[in-house]
Structures are given as structure tokens and as C-alpha cells.
């Protein structure tokens, strides 16, 4: 009865609420409504592939503080794990562990070794990515980088020449090609190879704009397959299920997540039930939520400027 009241509320038209708008009293009924915290990287901690946006380290401390749990939910597999965790605690006022950070490359590596894999793999995704898979002991099949296609005995030797894998993987490949779709494509004509997926962002932020995003080319490579892949990273249903899996203990309204993408982000996080922040320092504008409909999926609960709007007024 209970679930179906508070759906219910979920369905009705309702207006964001802006942080720096909301009283002293409002704030702490604010703290009060979540333990645990799910918090995007690039865009909300620090710009993208850049410095800390001011104010987002006090945040997170603030955020420690005040007991809340911290986990880091990043679809970045450009940086690696390690890179993530020290650039975190190249702030003298955090102290973030390993445990903390959810990793595409990661999660795939975790779902891989629960299932106990032991086959090749071919993997479209960033150096720091494949290594991550090597370092935990998986075979990855190698590309010719660099490679020209200059004739049709080339391409049938690109796409039907390599080694039969047992995994497709695919991220973020800024070296990807015509060629490598195909050849995952006629992998995965195997019933028994798996595909697997880490970001599936349509759009990824980059420079003053956005860019294609790694979910174009799995949806590309789904649609000529005809199979759907297991997607471990945002908006994926299978990394919706580890982190419920992980934060069992706290009902899915006691957390609270907080990103800059309306459709990566809030999208997903609003579908798992979760209350929402939108960060205005990433790849969404007041602009954008201002355009949603009052009942569109992807509007947030809350918006703030930057993270660091967390900060003002609290005790």
C-alpha cells in the first residue's frame, strides 16, 4: 500500500526544487531524507577530464560529515580506477578507498570473474580500460592499430580472420572503426558469445558541447545482431541491479543521486527510485530541465549550481 502511495506522488507533475532557494529548515529536511549518496565524477566532482570544480571537495566532505555513505558512480573509463581514487585524495580534505568508486571497466571485470570466464575477449575500449581486464588475469585479442583497409581481401581478413572469441566488450573506443563493428558483429552471430557493455551515454560531454557517445555504436552493433547486451555501466539495468545488490541495507528512497546528465543520470537514477540532484557544472543546463515537461522521466528533484552549493548555510 505504502509502494503504491508513493508512486503514485511520483507520477504527479512536480516543479525541481532549487537548493539555494530552500530555507535553513528546508536544507536539513533535505540531509535528513537520505544515508546513502550515488555521485557522478566528470561534471559534478571535477570538470571533465579536468580540474576540481571549486566547492566540490567541501561538498563531499560536508556530505562525510554528516554520516552520509559515498559511493562514486562513474561511466569515465578513460581514467582508470587508480587514476580516479588519486585524484580524489590529491584533496587534503578527502579520503576516498577504492571500494567507493563504481568503474565501468570494473564492473564488467567483477560480472566476468563471477561467472568464472575464462575465454578470449574482444574488447573495444580505452587503453586503461583493457588493462584493468588484463591485470585480473582475462585474454584480450589484439587489433592491427593502425591498420588501412585498401582492398576486399583486407576487410574479409580484418572482420573474418581474427581468433573466435567468447566476449564482446564495448565502451569507449576513440579508436574505433567501421571494421571493429563488424567484427564484433560477426562474433556475436555466436549464440554462445557473451556482450557486454560498460557506458552506454548517447552523448558524452566534451570540449564547449557533447559528442557522440559510446551508446550509439552498441546500439549499432545490437541492432545488427539482433541481441541486446548486459550493460554494466549508466544507464544499464544490470549495474542498476549491483548497486542495489551493494546497498541492500537502504530502501531505494534513502538514496539520493546526484549527477549532471538528465538522461544518463537522472534518468536512470529516477527509474531506480532514487531522489535526484542535477548539477549544473556538466552536460545539462537550467535551460534543459526548464524545456522538460513537468512529468518527463528525466526532470530532477533538485538542482544546485555546483556541488559546492551543498555547503552554504550548513552548520
Known amino acids: 500500500m505504502l509502494r503504491r502511495l508513493w508512486q503514485a506522488a511520483r507520477s504527479k507533475p512536480y516543479k525541481p526544487k532549487y537548493i539555494k532557494q530552500l530555507s535553513a529548515v528546508e536544507r536539513e529536511k533535505f540531509f535528513d531524507s537520505f544515508d546513502t549518496v550515488f555521485c557522478d565524477c566528470d561534471g559534478v566532482v571535477w570538470y571533465t577530464l579536468r ?69 578470449l575477449i574482444y574488447c573495444l575500449a580505452t587503453p586503461p580500460f583493457k588493462q584493468l581486464l588484463r591485470d585480473a588475469g582475462f585474454r584480450l585479442c589484439e587489433d592491427r592499430e593502425g591498420f ?47 556482450f557486454l557493455a560498460g557506458a552506454a551515454d548517447a552523448m558524452i560531454p566534451f570540449g564547449n558541447g557533447n559528442i557522440i557517445g559510446p551508446g550509439a555504436f552498441i546500439d549499432v552493433v545490437a541492432k545488427a545482431s539482433g ?65 522538460l515537461p513537468a512529468d518527463h522521466a528525466h526532470l530532477p528533484d533538485y538542482v544546485c549550481d555546483c556541488l559546492g552549493d551543498l555547503c552554504d548555510n550548513s552548520e
Open 51 to 119: 580540474d576540481f570544480i571549486p566547492g566540490s571537495a567541501q561538498a563531499i566532505a560536508e556530505l562525510q560529515r554528516r554520516g552520509k555513505q559515498l559511493t562514486f558512480v562513474t561511466n569515465n573509463s578513460i581514467s582508470s580506477v587508480d587514476q580516479h581514487l588519486q585524484k580524489f585524495n590529491s584533496q587534503t580534505e578527502l579520503k576516498i578507498e577504492k571500494r567507493q568508486i563504481v568503474h565501468p571497466a570494473q564492473t564488467i571485470c567483477d560480472q566476468l570473474k563471477s561467472i568464472g570466464f575464462e575465454g
Open 148 to 194: 588501412t583497409i585498401e582492398s576486399i581481401a583486407d576487410l574479409h581478413g580484418a572482420i573474418f580472420g581474427a581468433e573466435t572469441v567468447q566476449a564482446v566488450v564495448i565502451d569507449v573506443d576513440f579508436n574505433l572503426s567501421a571494421t571493429k563493428l563488424m567484427r564484433a558483429h560477426v562474433q556475436l552471430q555466436n549464440p554462445n558469445c557473451l
Open 227 to 291: 541481441r541486446q547486451p548486459m550493460v554494466l555501466g549508466k544507464p544499464g539495468e544490470a549495474l542498476r541491479q549491483i548497486l542495489r545488490d551493494r546497498h541492500s541495507d537502504y530502501p531505494a528512497n534513502r538514496v539520493l543521486f546526484v549527477g549532471d546528465s538528465l538522461a544518463s543520470d537522472i534518468g536512470f537514477a529516477r527509474a531506480s527510485g532514487y531522489q535526484t540532484l542535477l548539477v549544473l557544472t556538466g552536460g545539462s543546463s537550467a535551460a534543459d530541465v526548464a524545456n
